[in-house]
C-alpha cells in the first residue's frame, strides 16, 4: 500500500540545473521509481555528463539545454517535453548559482543575475511547466530553496541569493494556493550546506567551515542525495496532502 506511493512508473519529471550535484541526483532518484526524466541544464558539458550517468543506469533520460533566465526558452522547453510524451508530473525548479559581496558595495550586474536565475528562473519554471499540469489537472512541483531563505548566512555576505531564495519561498505558497483546488501540488525544500560545486570554495576556507559547523547542531554538510530523497517525497503520491510547504533539510540549523 504505502510502497506503491513512491512508484513513479510512466510519469515524466523535468529538472532544471539536473546535469550535476543535487539536481543530478534528484534526477537519479526520480529515475530509481520509473520516471523519465528530462534535465534542462544551461552547460552542455554537465549536461551531458548528467544525462551519461543516467543512462548508465539503463534510466530513460534527455537532455534539453536551457538557461532558465529564459523566459520563452522555458515555456518553449514544457511544451517540448508534453508535446513529446503527451505529459509531465513533476517539475524541479532546481538551478540556481550562489555569488557573494557586501550589500554596500554589491554591482547592480550581481544583484540582477542572482535574483534572474535564482528567483525569475524559478518562476518561469512553474508558471511554463504549472500551466500544462493544470491542463491535465495533476502534476506536482518542487522549488530548491534555501536555509538562506529563512535565516541569512555567516559569514558570507549574500543579499541577493538570502532573498532570491525567501522569494522562492513564498512563491512556492502563492502558487499552492492558486492551484490547490486544481490538481496541482506546489512545494519546496531548504537544504543546509550541501557538498556541492556551490560550497566547495567556502568549505575550503578554515574560518568559514569552522562557523558554518559550530552554527550547526549536527555538526556536517549534508549530500545531494539527502535533498534528492525530499524532493522525492514532495513530488510522489506519498505527499498527496501536502502543498504550500517548506522542507526544510537543514541538520538543524535553523532550531538555534
Ligand atoms: N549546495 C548547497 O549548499 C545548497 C544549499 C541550499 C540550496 N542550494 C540550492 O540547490 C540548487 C542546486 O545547487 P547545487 O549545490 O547542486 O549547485 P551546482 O552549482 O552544483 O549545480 C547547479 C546546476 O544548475 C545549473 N545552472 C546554473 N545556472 C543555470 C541556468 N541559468 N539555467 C539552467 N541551469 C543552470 C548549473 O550548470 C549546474 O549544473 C540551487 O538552487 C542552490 O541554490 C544549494
Redesign the pocket.
Known sequence: MFKQLFDLSGRVAVV??G?????LSTAMALAEFGAKVVI????PQ?GEEGLAALQAKGYEAELHQ????NSKAVTACADAVVSKYGRVDIAVA?????LGSPGELMPDEQWHKVID??LH?VFYTNRAFGKHMLDAGKGSIVN?????GIISNKPQEQVHYNAA?AGVHHLTKSLAGEWAKRGVRVNAV?????E????KTGAANPDWFKTWMEMTPMGRMGQ?SE?AACVLFLASDAASLVTGHVLVADAGYTVW
Do not use: C, Q
Open positions: 532544471t540545473g546535469g550535476r550535484n543535487i539536481g534542462a541544464e544551461i552547460d554537465v536551457l538557461d532558465v533566465t532546481n538551478a540556481g548559482i550562489a536565475i535564482n528562473g530548491i530553496g534555501s536555509m538562506s531564495k531548504a537544504p543546509t550546506y550541501i556541492t560545486a556551490m560550497t545531494p535533498i
